[in-house]
């Protein structure tokens, strides 16, 4: 069992950029493609970004896509999301996931959602 911590969120203005971690332990991290979801308040969880075990295979929501980019470093067991050009409408509780992903479009999460880090963008 994986367990997934994320950081990072906080309040900015538009225009802003913020850097979300997601720690994670266990000694299968390295294993699995990682993405990133987003729940604004009253939706859906939706996808964001998803990248494969190497972090060499990326695939971006059209919503993000320029704006955010998905990295990761399996020494420290972390994902990354940088988020530049925030918007209002970017305003949601971000999650992190190990995903199946079949290496183009949306991935499917595969844990339970965490507590997750609130983004909160100002206009």
């Known amino acids: 069992q994986v367990q997934l911590v994320e950081s990072g969120g906080g309040l900015v203005q538009a225009g802003g950029s913020l850097r979300l971690s997601c720690a994670a332990s266990?000694?299968?991290?390295?294993?699995?493609?990682m993405g990133w979801f987003r729940q604004a308040p009253g939706k859906e969880h939706e996808f964001v970004a998803v990248?494969?075990?190497?972090?060499?295979?990326?695939s971006y929501a059209e919503s993000v896509k320029g704006r955010f980019t998905i990295s990761r470093d399996n020494d420290k067991n972390t994902v990354y999301l940088q988020m530049n050009g925030l918007k209002p409408e970017d305003t949601a509780v971000y999650y992190c996931a190990r995903v199946s992903w079949a290496g183009w479009g949306p991935a499917t999460p595969l844990d339970a959602w965490g507590q997750g880090t609130l983004v909160t963008v100002s206009s």
């Open positions: 990248l494969n075990w190497i972090g060499d295979n990326k």
């Open positions: 266990g000694r299968t991290f390295s294993s699995y493609a």
